[in-house]
């Protein structure tokens, strides 16, 4: 069975510096990956996704993922944060004909 | 282009009593799936359909139950409500099945059971 794993609850950044969220995977087979975000009140928004191909992925509001086979992880990063980017992040797996596992989410805050 | 859109909101419902949550998806997109978020379980699949018919389903019991129509629209039932069905339900379309095609989002249900 697919899981996912986001090690950091909560996350506090300063406004301008880098954000790196963790997510680790476990999947049998090539795993189809995807970083959503989530702020209060709202629905889940598509960041990037992974399903093959160049193993760093560009998304949008500036974020990036790199999918590392080898230490089944699939990381997310800003290199600068915005005080909109305070949200929650959701990691999460799948096979091409499977739904979504999602991992328990990264609550950031961004401090001015 | 209107996005998802899901009515009500907000529910509130006492134990025992059940609830029926309705998902419009965008136009054109054929598929929708249903998902349960709890501070405690997370984010979890409950069923998807696409042409009116379930294509996938979650590890959830009976009583949680669905539809589509032919328009697309979605509705989601949810009898005998209990405690732990305290949740948001999120309702996601997509113009196909599987997961190649992105999924948008609602801004979800808030139901609470009392």
């Known amino acids: 069975a697919q899981s996912v794993t986001q090690p950091d609850i909560h996350i506090t950044v300063s406004e301008g510096a880098s954000l790196e969220l963790r997510c680790n995977y476990s999947?049998?087979?090539?795993?189809?990956l995807f970083w959503y975000v989530q702020s209060p009140g709202q629905g889940l928004q598509l960041l990037l996704k992974?399903?093959?191909?160049?193993?760093l992925v560009q998304g949008i509001k500036g974020f990036e993922a790199e999918f590392k086979r080898s230490q089944s992880s699939f990381n997310l990063r800003k290199p600068s944060v915005h005080w909109s980017d305070a949200a929650e992040y959701f990691c999460?797996?799948?096979?091409?004909?499977?739904?979504?596992?999602f991992g328990a989410g990264t609550t950031v805050t961004v401090r001015a | 282009k209107a996005g998802v859109t899901q009515t009500p909101r907000y529910l509130i419902k006492t134990r025992g009593q059940q609830v029926t949550l309705s998902c419009s998806p965008i136009s054109g997109h054929r598929s929708v799936s249903w998902y349960q978020q709890t501070p405690g379980q997370g984010l979890q699949f409950l069923f998807e359909y696409f042409s009116e018919t379930q294509r996938n389903k979650g590890n959830f019991p009976g009583r949680f139950s669905g539809r589509q129509f032919s328009n697309s629209r979605s509705e989601m039932n949810v009898s005998t409500l209990e405690l732990g069905d305290s949740a948001l339900y999120l309702c996601?379309?997509?113009?196909?099945?599987?997961?190649?095609?992105?999924?948008?989002f609602g801004p979800g249900t808030r139901l609470t059971v009392t």
């Open positions: 996601a379309s997509s113009l196909g099945t599987g997961l190649l095609y992105e999924q948008y």
């Open positions: 992974y399903f093959s191909g160049d193993t």
């Open positions: 999947y049998g087979a090539t795993p189809y």
């Open positions: 999460a797996v799948g096979a091409r004909d499977y739904k979504l596992s």
